[in-house]
């Protein structure tokens, strides 16, 4: 077993496959996934697991070199916003694509996690950095 690090098995294979510029998605629940696009749910109920909770599991584990977010966040979920800057800083959030151009670059994702997240515009694509310079 594991002793610590992502333990959910299929998130862990992904997070280690993962090359500098490769992306996933983190969902809210009713994010639609692309066909053809493998989805990890770890939804338990509506609200379980959060958004933010698996953001900042994720990012333990990875490096995160851009985030995508859709400009819908700014005033449909100004919280979310908020936490993904706070978490990765102005430099790495990108909000410049519509929800419809968000939704269409999820098809390039490796994986969509899907969350409980029961609010608004709570999805994001991470986009892979590299450990080294």
């Not at 993962?18 to 509506?46: M, N, R, W, Y």
């Not at 706070?86 to 269409?104: I, M, N, P, R, Y």
């Not at 670059?105 to 969509?112: D, E, G, M, N, P």
């Amino acid at each position: 077993m594991k002793k610590q690090g992502m333990l959910n098995s299929h998130i862990s294979k992904v997070l280690s496959d993962l090359g500098h510029t490769d992306t996933i998605v983190i969902a809210d629940a009713g994010l639609p996934i692309p066909e053809g696009v493998p989805k990890i749910d770890v939804a338990l109920k509506l609200g379980t697991p959060s958004f933010q909770e698996i953001v900042e599991l994720i990012a333990e584990d990875m490096v995160v070199e851009r985030v995508i977010l859709a400009a819908e966040i700014k005033a449909g979920n100004p919280a979310a916003l908020q936490f993904v800057t706070e978490k990765f800083g102005d430099d790495a959030t990108d909000v410049s694509l519509s929800h419809e151009q968000f939704k269409a670059l999820t098809r390039q994702a490796k994986v969509v996690i899907r969350t409980g997240e029961a609010t608004p515009y709570a999805n994001c694509i991470l986009q892979s950095g590299v450990i080294f310079g």
